[in-house]
T-cell receptor, first 117, second 112 residues
Framework: NAGVTQTPKFQVLKTGQSMTLQCAQD?????MYWYRQDPGMGLRLIYY???????DKGEVPNGYNVSRLNKREFSLRLESAAPSQTSVYFC????????????????FGNGTRLTVT | QQQVKQSPQSLIVQKGGISIINCAYE??????FPWYQQFPGKGPALLIA?????SEKKEGRFTISFNKSAKQFSLHIMDSQPGDSATYFC???????????FGSGTRLLVRP
């Protein structure tokens, strides 16, 4: 099993450009998440989808939109990229929306490293 | 109140030594404390987790110590190996919520 697959692995954008980060999981998990990782700041939740058909804002949603395309896929869109969005983006999934549940840990993809110039 | 403070930022340990990473929290509603391990170029992966009803949990060379009154918890890596070199994140969450608050991470280097 591949687990959580993210594409692309690397991307460079100019300020104002748009792009979509793709994520797919093959573990039949109900919940999916987008995090960003910045040096010295840990991982911060951008958006999450508790189940197919629902999405909600996390800690840092400004400048992003998401789509839960089906149970497997959850995409993150930057409509007008800004240098402040330079980061490593991680998609994650869990069996239930209780991401902190003892029996439902987060499974992360390998990330997309995005640079906005 | 939602923060989790992690220290040190980086740590160098000799092979065979003990690595200790500390975390502190303020929100007493947190009831789930996992540690995630991240190798370069990879996503974080769950290493070990604890609930506040126990003071210690051990899995192989990895131990979580939990001090509820001090609102602190720590990861101890015994007999540290070069293969343990990674970034470690503590986190805190509530079992009734989607929200998991991560610490800022500790970059561990174990020298041969």
């Amino acid at each position: 099993n591949a687990g959580v697959t993210q594409t692309p692995k690397f991307q460079v954008l100019k300020t104002g450009q748009s792009m979509t980060l793709q994520c797919a999981q093959d573990m039949n998990h109900n919940s999916m998440y987008w995090y960003r990782q910045d040096p010295g700041m840990g991982l911060r939740l951008i958006y999450y989808s508790a189940s197919e058909g629902t999405t909600d804002k996390g800690e840092v949603p400004n400048g992003y939109n998401v789509s839960r395309l089906n149970k497997r896929e959850f995409s993150l869109r930057l409509e007008s990229a800004a240098p402040s969005q330079t980061s490593v983006y991680f998609c994650a999934s869990s069996e239930t929306w209780l991401s902190s549940s003892y029996n439902s840990p987060l499974h992360f993809g390998n990330g997309t490293r995005l640079t906005v110039t | 109140q939602q923060q989790v403070k992690q220290s040190p930022q980086s740590l160098i340990v000799q092979k065979g030594g003990i690595s200790i990473i500390n975390c502190a929290y303020e929100n007493t509603a947190f009831d789930y404390f996992p540690w995630y391990q991240q190798f370069p170029g990879k996503g974080p992966a769950l290493l070990i987790a604890i609930r506040p009803d126990v003071s210690e949990k051990k899995e192989g060379r990895f131990t979580i110590s939990f001090n509820k009154s001090a609102k602190q918890f720590s990861l101890h890596i015994m007999d540290s190996q070069p293969g343990d070199s990674a970034t470690y994140f503590c986190a805190a969450g509530m079992d009734s919520s989607y929200k998991l608050i991560f610490g800022s991470g500790t970059r561990l280097l174990v020298r041969p």
